[in-house]
């Protein structure tokens, strides 16, 4: 077998050719990666910057904690400067033991258990309700019924030596959710700081739920108490926490209970680039905030036909709204306020999902010859 030996020249000559071979394929393969990228800005109205929704997703994803943050640290502040005496305002209520002095006659000194019904009774005067009153208030009953037949200026104290423990819940979305044994005059604002404050999902809303003070009494007990029935009181934990209106921080009975839902949400799917549900947190929300919290769109989106489906308020139905997002996010649209549950859905664009993955399908190809290039 005979073996031909080509000349030097000639392998050289063909080994220039097929460099200029590879680089050839390389600048097509460029040249096709343009044109595609052209192609797609042309055909899809320009999303938002991903990394200018990535930094605005990030500021209003954590907005929740520092409203909550702020609304707890009231919370304390408040507990620590409204009240020095905590038993101040404090109402007597059955089975306290009150501790009862007379500066003038020391014979009238008496330490009394307040009865189931409410009642005390006290030489001279006999039989006295005392259910419902201040220390202080008391003290002006007795001394006026005093100095009414007795005495002339007498001078009344009257000190709760034991308070009777009391029962109030505290449910929904609080760090330590827990029914409290607790003694003295309690607060919303109280019994918020023994919770351990707000978690972050929690509302804007509190229920405070009152049972009815006749259940375990006689008829006649019944008759005698206050309200009657169960009551529920709505309180805006915005004005009470934020805004400072005290006038919202009740007083609370035992068997009290304080229930905070969590917060309302919309839902955001589809092509976009982190879909989840987002907290509303007493807050209006608009489409295009909802759609930013959820990072944008893809490239690959229809935002055009962006629908929100939403449930009436009545639950007798369904209602699908459809919008543009493009031109919402342009001004030429007026946006969209979402309600409590509304599912936001940016479907996919057929023609733009392909070139889409015709770009990535090249970048590939690019990315191997590049690789066998270098070899």
Same mark, same amino acid.
């Given at each position: 077998?005979?073996?031909?030996?080509?000349?030097?020249?000639?392998?050289?000559?063909?080994?220039?050719?097929?460099?200029?071979?590879?680089?050839?394929?390389?600048?097509?393969?460029?040249?096709?990666?343009?044109?595609? %990228?052209? !192609?797609?800005?042309?055909?899809?109205?320009?999303?938002?910057?991903?990394?200018?929704? %990535? %930094?605005?997703?990030?500021?209003?994803?954590?907005?929740?904690?520092?409203?909550?943050?702020?609304?707890?640290? %009231?919370?304390?502040?408040?507990?620590?400067?409204?009240?020095?005496?905590? /038993?101040?305002?404090? $109402?007597?209520?059955?089975?306290?033991?009150?501790?009862?002095?007379?500066?003038?006659?020391?014979?009238?000194?008496?330490?009394?258990?307040?009865? @189931?019904?409410?009642?005390?009774?006290?030489?001279?005067? &006999?039989?006295? $309700?005392?259910?419902?009153?201040?220390?202080?208030?008391?003290?002006?009953?007795?001394?006026?019924?005093?100095?009414?037949?007795?005495?002339?200026?007498?001078?009344?104290?009257?000190?709760?030596?034991?308070?009777? #423990?009391?029962? !109030? #819940?505290?449910?929904?979305? =609080?760090?330590?959710?827990?029914?409290?044994?607790?003694?003295?005059?309690?607060?919303?604002?109280?019994?918020?700081?023994?919770?351990?404050?707000?978690?972050?999902?929690?509302?804007?809303?509190? *229920?405070?739920?009152?049972?009815?003070? #006749?259940?375990?009494?006689?008829?006649?007990?019944?008759?005698?108490?206050?309200?009657?029935?169960?009551?529920? @009181?709505?309180?805006?934990?915005?004005?009470?926490?934020?805004?400072?209106?005290?006038?919202?921080?009740?007083?609370?009975?035992?068997?009290?209970?304080?229930?905070?839902?969590?917060?309302?949400? =919309?839902?955001? &799917?589809?092509?976009?680039?982190?879909?989840?549900? *987002?907290?509303?947190?007493?807050? $209006?929300?608009?489409?295009?905030?909802?759609?930013?919290?959820?990072?944008?769109?893809?490239?690959?989106?229809? &935002? #055009?036909?962006?629908?929100?489906?939403?449930?009436?308020?009545?639950?007798? &139905?369904?209602?699908?709204?459809?919008?543009?997002?493009?031109?919402?996010?342009?001004?030429?649209?007026?946006?969209? /306020?979402?309600?409590?549950?509304?599912?936001?859905?940016?479907?996919?664009?057929?023609?733009?999902?392909?070139?889409?993955?015709? $770009?990535?399908?090249?970048?590939?190809?690019?990315?191997?010859?590049?690789?066998?290039?270098?070899?």
């Amino acid at each position: 077998m005979t073996y031909h030996v080509l000349p030097g020249d000639l392998i050289e000559k063909w080994g220039r050719m097929f460099a200029h071979t590879k680089r050839r394929i390389a600048i097509v393969t460029l040249i096709c990666l343009l044109l595609v %990228s052209l !192609i797609i800005s042309c055909v899809s109205a320009p999303p938002p910057e991903r990394e200018a929704a %990535s %930094s605005l997703h990030t500021a209003r994803g954590t907005e929740s904690s520092p409203y909550v943050k702020a609304m707890n640290e %009231s919370i304390l502040m408040r507990t620590l400067t409204t009240k020095s005496d905590p /038993y101040r305002d404090y $109402k007597i209520g059955p089975e306290d033991l009150l501790e009862i002095s007379v500066f003038e006659v020391e014979k009238l000194n008496k330490t009394v258990r307040v009865s @189931f019904q409410g009642e005390i009774g006290l030489p001279l005067l &006999g039989t006295l $309700k005392a259910k419902g009153l201040t220390a202080r208030e008391l003290e002006e009953k007795i001394r006026y019924l005093l100095a009414e037949k007795y005495l002339q200026d007498p001078h009344i104290t009257v000190f709760v030596k034991e308070y009777h #423990s009391q029962r !109030i #819940s505290v449910i929904g979305a =609080v760090k330590e959710p827990e029914v409290f044994e607790v003694t003295g005059q309690k607060t919303i604002l109280d019994m918020l700081a023994m919770a351990g404050g707000l978690k972050d999902d929690a509302g804007n809303t509190l *229920f405070l739920i009152r049972p009815s003070r #006749s259940e375990g009494k006689t008829p006649e007990a019944a008759q005698d108490s206050e309200g009657g029935g169960p009551r529920t @009181f709505v309180i805006n934990l915005e004005e009470l926490l934020i805004e400072g209106d005290l006038t919202l921080n009740l007083p609370l009975m035992n068997g009290d209970v304080i229930n905070i839902p969590v917060s309302d949400k =919309v839902f955001v &799917g589809g092509e976009v680039w982190k879909p989840g549900g *987002f907290l509303l947190k007493g807050k $209006k929300m608009t489409l295009s905030q909802a759609v930013v919290l959820a990072g944008g769109v893809k490239p690959q989106a229809k &935002g #055009s036909h962006t629908r929100i489906f939403r449930y009436s308020q009545t639950g007798t &139905g369904r209602e699908i709204i459809t919008a543009n997002i493009y031109d919402i996010q342009k001004g030429k649209r007026e946006d969209i /306020y979402l309600w409590n549950n509304d599912i936001v859905i940016v479907p996919k664009h057929g023609a733009k999902a392909f070139l889409v993955g015709v $770009k990535e399908t090249l970048t590939g190809v690019f990315s191997i010859g590049y690789g066998l290039g270098s070899l």
